[in-house]
Every structure is written in structure tokens, then in C-alpha cells.
């Protein structure tokens, strides 16, 4: 594709969902585009390892919000489904506990429903009911004015949802945590445990997270979908839809400098090579920015979360292995026998819980109830944001392995290796996303105006954007992804702004019918 002389350039800095989705938004609109990512391969977080010949996913596993990704294709002209196969997954998750006992959720509300009266009572399960009714309120209420806002403000909700002061406010449940709000709904204690789980997709804490992050339940209950090929699969698409329109996409260009005078002018690269540029996305941690790893003038454009808020981090391993014991699901949370112990030591004691709660991802059953050879597994536990401090030495994740290992068995379940997993720690989170010190979520949500001050895309230095799950909306592929979209709009409108001439588009490409139409989905 020839791009016209009057072209502005737009240097996106990163290659995860944020920043792929702004190329696909700034090329669309008739921008120069150039997407800098300094790893081996687009996608951040989302990624594989490969264990025994075989690629396994080692970030996000699943897709929800799937109209995010709708939306971004039919704005361009394209289909989604023509580029990358989504399959629905019936059931949720399965859930175990050290007592012997497992639960499942479903996407069908009524048979999750069933399945809690069975496991624990008809009580708890008229209990989930209200918490799905719940749930559902909060996200319909945020949705508009938060979610799919450019720069939501708390005055902008209010006024969207005709709120009548405090009364009104209390229904999106900012004032208690998510904890709170599930005790008021579950009375048996494992319960309790599952829906606090939720807190962890952001990187927070239950017991200090404001209960509306209990939206998230209701998102994976409203659909969740495993993309054949794995979530980079989806990844390789959005890239692909990039390059159509015409962005450039390098791969090992780490950009070591924004360079500025009254307003961005250029970036370095490790290499030596100077890329001028008309307007920068940074779709990394606002940290790098902040710390002064891109440059002084980068540094004070921002405001970057301090460390004491970062959001948690992971260790995990990726292997090839035989399992015996219950049948694994796709999804599978195995549980700890003290929440609020494990809680303490990765938030208060910045330490690895001596007992986790253990997420294992069985891609392989997705097709197949019980694979007949080894198969392929994703085993992850939660830990503190502090990689590169070197608190985390061999001793300590050997330690972490024997705990989570024992977590699985005293669930009822064997895991037996055919070769070394793969593992990945803090440490290495920290060295893949510099300046997050392995946090994988942004900052942790502790309250409602936390959401509320997260930074959006525009910053003080003209020319500087910012996107990615350290900004507005938040952590999650689809978040990182709209985060990417309001960045791109509103570039593209200081652009024009200046004197460019670009292709009118709906602000992030939300307000469209094909967007609207497939959040109710």
C-alpha cells in the first residue's frame, strides 16, 4: 500500500492488543503507522511457550467481551470470523477443593445454578442468581459511561446514568469490597472463595477491591470463547487486519527514547535508528514511561502508579504431562484452605503464599474429553510484583512448585511431566515488560476512584499517547485492546487538531451499531 506524502506518522510503541489495536484505528483513518515491539513476537502478554515441540498458551487463555474485538474488525471494513475461529466454552470452569469436593459453572445461568444447590444449597444457589442479577446491573450502569467512554469522569457517570445523588450511586456498589458483597449473597464459605477469585483477573485484592469489580463475573458468565489456535491466534489477526490496512510492524525494534522539544518529534531505537513521528502511542507499563526508561521528557509527560500498587504478578509453568485422577476442564481452579492467608502474604507481605490457589488451563480438552497422550498444560499461581528486586532466588521457586504441586494433589489430582516445564516467574515478567516489576494487570483496584484517576490516553507532552492495561479501561486483553482505540481517537483528533488531513471515524469505534448490537449478546 502507497501511502500519500501527507500522511501523518504514528509510532505505536509495543505490540500487545492496546497497541495493535491503535495501528488498526490510525491506519484506517489514513496515518503512516509504525508498530515497535521489542520482543521476538507481536502480542505482550499473550503469548506461548514451547514445550516438546508443542505451543502452549503462558498468558490470558480465553477471550470474553468478544463485541470488543467485532466491533474493531467490522469498523474496518472486515469480519472477524473470517480471520480466526472463536469457540464458545459451555462450561465455565471447574472448580476443586482440598475437602475432595468440585463444582462447575456454566454459561447457562440456570444450570450453574443447579449445580450450587447440588453442591451446596437451594439457599446459595437463589444466592447466585441475585449476584448474576447483581452483576448484570453493575455492568449495564458502566458500560456507557466508564467502559466504553474515552475519558469517563465520575460527574460523566453520574450524569449519563441520572443518578440523585449517593442513593443513586450505591447501585454500581463502590462503598464495599467485593468480599462484602459476596458474603451477602453466598453462605458457604468455598462459594465466597470462587467469586473472589474474580478480583485476581485484575491484579487485586478481594478484601480491599470495591465490589464492583464483581462485573467481571458476570462478563465470563455472559460468554467466553477459546480462539482455535490459542489466544495468539487472535493476536496474529488483529496484526494481520494492521498490516492490511497498511501499518508496519517490526519486531526486535526496542525504542530506547522519545525524543521531544514543545512536542514529540522522533523515536530511538537500541539500534541507533531514528524514526520521526508526527504522534507516539506508548502501549507498554505507564511505569516505563514514568521511571524515565523512554527519557526525561517522556517521564514528566505521565504519572505512573507507584510500586506499592502494582498488581500482581504470576509464576507459571508450561508443560507436557499425563494427569489421573477427576477429569480436567479447560478451565480449573484449585483452591487453597486459607484465602485470607494468601491474600496477606502477596499484598501486605509482598511474599509467595505457603499455599495457593492454583489455576491449571487444559487447552487440549477443548475437543477432547480425555486425551489419550501426554497433553499440554498451563499451571499458574499468583505472586508478588516484585521482579528484578532479587528476593526471588532458586530456593524460593523451588519452594513454590513443591506448594502448588501439593495444592494439586490434595485436590485429588496427579500431574506427571514427560519433560521440564517451562517455568516463568516475577522476575521474568519484569525483564519482558520493563518497569512493571512483573505486575501484569496495570495497578491494583483498591477502590472506585482508582478506575476512576487511571490515566487516559492523552498526556502533557503533545504528541505522547498512552494505551495498554496500565490505562484506561484497565487489565484484560479486551480492556488493553479499547485502550488501544481511545488512544488511536485521540491522537488522531490532536492530529487533525494540528493541521493534518485524516478519514473521520466514531470515537474507538464503540458508538458503532456492530459494537452496541453485539454487547448484548
Known amino acids: 500500500m502507497v501511502v500519500a506524502k501527507q500522511s501523518p506518522r504514528v509510532v505505536v510503541v509495543g505490540g500487545g492488543a492496546g497497541g495493535l489495536a491503535a495501528a488498526v484505528d490510525c491506519?484506517?483513518?489514513?496515518?503512516?503507522?509504525?508498530?515497535?515491539?521489542?520482543?521476538?513476537?507481536?502480542?505482550?502478554?499473550?503469548?506461548?511457550?514451547?514445550?516438546g515441540g508443542q505451543p502452549i498458551d503462558a498468558g490470558p487463555t480465553v477471550l470474553t467481551m468478544r463485541w470488543v474485538f467485532e466491533a474493531l474488525f467490522a469498523d474496518a471494513d472486515d469480519a472477524l470470523?473470517?480471520?480466526?475461529?472463536?469457540?464458545?466454552?459451555?462450561?465455565?470452569?471447574?472448580?476443586?477443593?482440598?475437602?475432595?469436593?468440585?463444582?462447575?459453572?456454566?454459561?447457562?445461568?440456570?444450570?450453574?445454578?443447579?449445580?450450587?444447590?447440588?453442591?451446596?444449597?437451594?439457599?446459595?444457589?437463589?444466592?447466585?442468581?441475585?449476584?448474576?442479577?447483581?452483576?448484570?446491573?453493575?455492568?449495564?450502569?458502566?458500560?456507557?459511561?466508564?467502559?466504553?467512554?474515552?475519558?469517563?469522569?465520575?460527574?460523566?457517570?453520574?450524569?449519563?446514568?441520572?443518578?440523585?445523588?449517593?442513593?443513586?450511586?450505591?447501585?454500581?456498589?463502590?462503598?464495599?469490597?467485593?468480599?462484602?458483597?459476596?458474603?451477602?449473597?453466598?453462605?458457604?464459605?468455598?462459594?465466597?472463595?470462587?467469586?473472589?477469585?474474580?478480583?485476581?483477573?485484575?491484579?487485586?485484592?478481594?478484601?480491599?477491591?470495591?465490589?464492583?469489580?464483581?462485573?467481571?463475573?458476570?462478563?465470563?458468565?455472559?460468554?467466553?470463547?477459546?480462539?482455535?489456535?490459542?489466544?495468539?491466534?487472535?493476536?496474529?489477526?488483529?496484526?494481520?487486519?494492521?498490516?492490511r490496512l497498511g501499518a508496519e510492524i517490526r519486531q526486535e525494534a526496542a525504542v530506547t527514547a522519545i525524543e521531544a522539544d514543545s512536542r514529540v518529534r522522533a523515536v530511538r531505537l537500541a539500534s541507533g535508528e531514528r524514526i520521526a513521528a508526527d504522534a507516539v502511542i506508548f502501549a507498554g507499563d505507564l511505569a516505563a514511561l514514568s521511571g524515565g526508561l523512554l527519557g526525561a521528557a517522556a517521564a514528566r509527560a505521565v504519572k505512573g502508579p507507584p510500586r506499592s500498587r502494582r498488581s500482581l504478578s504470576a509464576v507459571t509453568w508450561c508443560l507436557r504431562g499425563t494427569t489421573e485422577g477427576w477429569p480436567l476442564a479447560y478451565h480449573n481452579v484449585l483452591f487453597s484452605r486459607d484465602y485470607a492467608a494468601e491474600f496477606t502474604a502477596l499484598f501486605a507481605r509482598g511474599a509467595l503464599p505457603h499455599e495457593p490457589t492454583v489455576y491449571v488451563c487444559a487447552p487440549d480438552r477443548l475437543g477432547d474429553p480425555r486425551p489419550e497422550v501426554a497433553e499440554r498444560l498451563f499451571v499458574l499461581v499468583n505472586a508478588p510484583p516484585r521482579g528484578g528486586e532479587g528476593w526471588l532466588t532458586a530456593r524460593e521457586i523451588e519452594a513454590c512448585e513443591r506448594a502448588t504441586w501439593g495444592v494439586i494433589e490434595r485436590c485429588g489430582l496427579s500431574m506427571a511431566p514427560t519433560e521440564p516445564p517451562r517455568v516463568t516467574t516475577p522476575d521474568e515478567f519484569a525483564a519482558r515488560f520493563p518497569g512493571s516489576g512483573g505486575g501484569l494487570y496495570g495497578t491494583a483496584t483498591r477502590g472506585l476512584l482508582d478506575a476512576m484517576v487511571r490515566p487516559t490516553a492523552a498526556t502533557k507532552l503533545p504528541g505522547l499517547y498512552v494505551a495498554g492495561g496500565s490505562v484506561h479501561p484497565g487489565a484484560g486483553v479486551p480492556m488493553a485492546t479499547l485502550s488501544g482505540r481511545y488512544a488511536a481517537t485521540t491522537a488522531c483528533a490532536g492530529l487533525a487538531s494540528t493541521g493534518w488531513s485524516l478519514r473521520a471515524a466514531t470515537a474507538g469505534g464503540t458508538s458503532t451499531r456492530s459494537a452496541t448490537t453485539a454487547a448484548t449478546d
Not at 146 to 156: C, D, E, H, K, Q
Request: proline share 5%; glycine share 10%.
Open 27 to 51: 491506519a484506517r483513518r489514513g496515518a503512516a503507522v509504525v508498530v515497535l515491539e521489542r520482543g521476538a513476537a507481536v502480542g505482550g502478554k499473550v503469548r506461548q511457550e514451547w514445550v
Open 81 to 243: 470470523g473470517e480471520h480466526v475461529q472463536l469457540q464458545p466454552l459451555p462450561l465455565l470452569a471447574r472448580h476443586a477443593w482440598q475437602d475432595g469436593e468440585r463444582l462447575d459453572l456454566y454459561a447457562d445461568r440456570e444450570a450453574s445454578a443447579a449445580a450450587i444447590a447440588r453442591f451446596a444449597s437451594g439457599a446459595d444457589a437463589s444466592g447466585y442468581l441475585a449476584f448474576c442479577r447483581h452483576t448484570e446491573a453493575i455492568y449495564q450502569k458502566v458500560q456507557d459511561p466508564f467502559i466504553r467512554a474515552v475519558r469517563p469522569t465520575l460527574a460523566g457517570m453520574v450524569g449519563s446514568l441520572g443518578l440523585r445523588g449517593l442513593p443513586g450511586a450505591l447501585g454500581i456498589d463502590f462503598h464495599r469490597t467485593m468480599w462484602k458483597a459476596i458474603c451477602d449473597y453466598f453462605q458457604d464459605p468455598r462459594l465466597r472463595q470462587l467469586f473472589a477469585r474474580y478480583a485476581t483477573y485484575y491484579g487485586s485484592n478481594p478484601f480491599e477491591a470495591p465490589a464492583t469489580l464483581n462485573l467481571i463475573a458476570h462478563v465470563e458468565q455472559a460468554g467466553v470463547w477459546a480462539p482455535v489456535g490459542g489466544m495468539t491466534a487472535l493476536i496474529q489477526a488483529v496484526a494481520g487486519l494492521a498490516r
